[in-house]
């Protein structure tokens, strides 16, 4: 069974992969290694976890503009996730998602932390604004 959220489109593109959900604001400068990945923040709930090649589901992004080429460094990489879900895409986050190619989406029209789980296989398609939900 397929479930659909329309979504606002804020970076373009197709992708398909699995979750990895968090409910804390993201700084990419200081909280991701850009050279693996990896979170490095020891107070965000997924320190530790990879985000290469995730749909990562983030309330917002946080912290400095430089959080944007950290966003397009990650992507020059091969580090950073395949697409980008938030509820609200602040300046910073949309602007390397942009920079990057990285699918993004954001205020979804139903509550995705109700719905979603770490793991779920999602098909983003940012073109048209919706997140395609395989349970």
């Given at each position: 069974m397929e479930k659909i959220i329309k979504c606002r489109r804020i970076s373009k593109g197709h992708?398909?992969?699995?979750?990895?959900?968090?409910?804390?604001?993201?700084?990419?400068?200081?909280?991701?290694?850009?050279?693996?990945g990896v979170i490095t923040d020891p107070n965000h709930e997924l320190y530790g976890k990879k985000i290469s090649e995730?749909?990562?589901?983030?309330?917002?992004?946080?912290?400095?503009?430089?959080g944007s080429y950290i966003i397009y460094q990650m992507y020059k990489n091969n580090t950073a996730p395949?697409?980008?879900?938030?509820?609200?895409?602040?300046?910073i986050i949309a602007t390397g998602a942009i920079m990057a190619g990285i699918p993004m989406v954001d205020h979804p029209q139903e509550p995705i932390y109700d719905?979603?789980?770490?793991?779920?296989?999602?098909?983003?398609?940012?073109?048209?604004?919706?997140?395609?939900?395989?349970?």
């Open positions: 992708v398909h992969g699995s979750v990895l959900l968090t409910k804390d604001a993201l700084s990419f400068l200081g909280g991701v290694n850009p050279e693996t995730k749909i990562l589901v983030i309330p917002s992004g946080k912290g400095s503009t430089v395949l697409g980008l879900v938030a509820l609200e895409a602040e300046p719905i979603l789980a770490d793991g779920d296989m999602v098909g983003l398609d940012a073109d048209n604004g919706l997140l395609k939900i395989e349970k």
